[in-house]
């Protein structure tokens, strides 16, 4: 099975930029989507954005425009390219693999 690592969280000031990297321990060439979530404190855990093999995307309305999700299939990794961040944006981000695996998660936290 396939293991997540996520990487890049951290403390950023409102309108700065972040990216997000997910290395996975083995390809992900055969996993068709691949996404990146998150759950801020009290609240339920929710997509920020998804890609499928193909490289259509999906992403969370309070989002769009701000990030962009990206997948690098011959280095077994997924990206989320963070711009314009908001304090609503703070919460930890996880990485996801077809819906069922999880990485440890990566906080982000943006100051105003």
């Known amino acids: 099975q396939v293991q997540l690592v996520e990487s890049g969280g951290g403390l950023v000031q409102a309108g700065g930029s972040l990216r997000l990297s997910c290395a996975a321990s083995?390809?992900?060439?055969?996993?068709?989507?691949m996404g990146w979530y998150r759950q801020a404190p009290g609240k339920q855990r929710e997509l920020v954005a998804n890609i499928a093999g193909g490289g259509s995307t999906n992403y969370a309305d309070s989002v769009k425009g701000r990030f962009t999700i990206s997948r690098d299939n011959a280095k077994n990794t997924v990206y989320l390219q963070m711009n314009n961040l908001k304090p609503d944006d703070t919460a930890v981000y996880y990485c996801?693999?077809?819906?069922?695996?999880w990485g440890q998660g990566t906080q982000v936290t943006v100051s105003s």
């Open positions: 083995r390809s992900i060439r055969s996993i068709n989507i």
């Open positions: 996801n693999a077809a819906a069922v695996i």
